[in-house]
């Protein structure tokens, strides 16, 4: 989180104004960071624009949670302090619980030209995920300094197919940061992608004031180390919040078969020109289907395909009971079923019920004995 000056003059004509509005920019434990709209106009020079701020207890009760991005009433401000009480959660717009951000519409997804080398299932598969949210997506490739112009220019000849205008960016030159800036300016915009890929250092190209750590690649595996470990939104100088999330290897799946053709740009194109035979399409071997046929990421259709089917099958199977497997979808893409490891708790029994096991057993000892003897 970022510190609060603390120190600041309070004054009695701020104690009795009404409650404030503001945007929850950062979590950690049961503190949560507001920004507030905008202090008491009179008062703004020893008024401070970020709170600390806790959960009323009545919001804990009605299991209301608190998460960046959402918009606040703030009770109670302690401006001498900077400290105060979230009172109510507004309605949200939006909602991502993977990671939990409220109100956003925006996804900037980054992945890198080389270091780590680019993988197109891979980048197939979180494009899927972000379409999935329903928010507007937008990809940069980084590091364009390490690649060849023409490497460049087919690479982004074939992502125009797949439906997306791909912005090649370079952390060390400055290329295309500029049209960034403009795409995320007044709005909340979710920044993913896999790790190493130059998120942390994209930000700090944008936000020179935040100074995020960046990490190195691995060379052994060839993937980037983990550097956010929470959520947390900055505000950048044009104008907007950025949300950097944690760096994830394999997104999960939340749509079901028949919602995944939707996530894919170049299935919705087809769709618009001609229908399928049947309404619940799934586009893999049924007669009549417009969407099947030999394009690019047909294959990571039905790849996805495949692991969304089997994650509903082990879905229903927890509706009738426990499952011990789960299922890993490796670095190839393959999906695999693991056994799931026992969760049962073994806690140390009381001293009470050591006691009464003890005299039981004890008693029983003792008629034993009387029988023996009679």
């Known amino acids: 989180m970022t510190d609060v000056s603390l120190g600041v003059a309070s004054s ?19 503190y949560y960071q507001v920004r507030l709209d905008q202090p008491p106009a009179e008062e703004s020079a020893i008024a401070p624009h970020l709170l600390l701020c806790t959960r009323r207890a009545r919001l804990k009760k009605i299991g209301q949670q608190v998460w960046v991005g959402d918009r606040v009433v703030v009770e109670e401000p302690d401006w001498q302090n900077a400290r105060g009480a979230i009172a109510q959660v507004m309605p949200r ?7 939990p951000v409220a109100n956003a519409s925006h996804i900037l997804l980054v992945f890198a030209l080389v270091e780590p080398t680019l993988d197109r299932l891979q980048l197939s598969r979180f494009l899927v995920k972000a379409e999935s949210t329903q928010l507007s997506v937008s990809l940069c490739l980084s590091k364009a300094d390490l690649v060849p112009i023409e490497q460049q220019q087919r690479l982004s000849a074939d992502l125009q197919a797949w439906g ?18 403009r795409q995320l300016r007044d709005r909340i915009t979710v920044i993913s992608g896999p790790s190493g890929v130059g998120k942390s250092s994209l930000i700090n190209q944008l936000i020179p004031s935040v100074d995020l750590r960046v990490g190195a690649v691995s060379g052994k595996l060839g993937r980037g180390r983990h550097t956010t470990r929470h959520v947390e939104l900055f505000e950048l100088p044009s104008g907007g919040l950025l949300a950097d999330t944690p760096g994830f290897n394999q997104p999960d799946w939340d749509c079901t078969a028949v919602q995944l053709a939707r996530c894919f740009p170049e299935i919705r194109q087809r769709l618009e020109q001609a229908s399928c035979q049947f309404s619940n399409c799934l586009h893999r071997d049924e007669p009549d289907c417009a969407v099947r046929g030999d394009w690019e990421r047909y294959d990571h259709y039905l790849t996805f395909l495949d ?24 670095e190839d893409g393959q999906v695999t079923h693991e056994p799931k490891l026992s969760t049962k708790k073994y806690r140390r029994p009381s001293r009470r019920a050591q006691h009464q ?12 004995t009387l029988d023996e003897e009679d």
Request: charged share 20%; hydrophobic share 30%; glycine share 8%.
């Open 93 to 99: 717009q939006t909602e991502l619980d993977r990671p």
């Open 164 to 181: 997306y205008h791909p912005l090649m960016i370079s952390n060390y030159t400055g290329q295309n940061l500029d049209p960034i800036r």
């Open 12 to 30: 009695p004509d701020l104690l009795r104004s009404p409650p404030w509005t503001g945007t929850v920019i950062a979590t950690q434990a049961n």
């Open 307 to 330: 692991e969304v089917t089997q994650y509903e099958t082990a879905q229903e199977k927890l509706g009738d009971g426990e499952s011990t497997t789960k299922l890993k979808v490796g």
């Open 357 to 368: 096991t003890l005299h039981h057993l004890c008693g029983n000892l003792q008629d034993l």
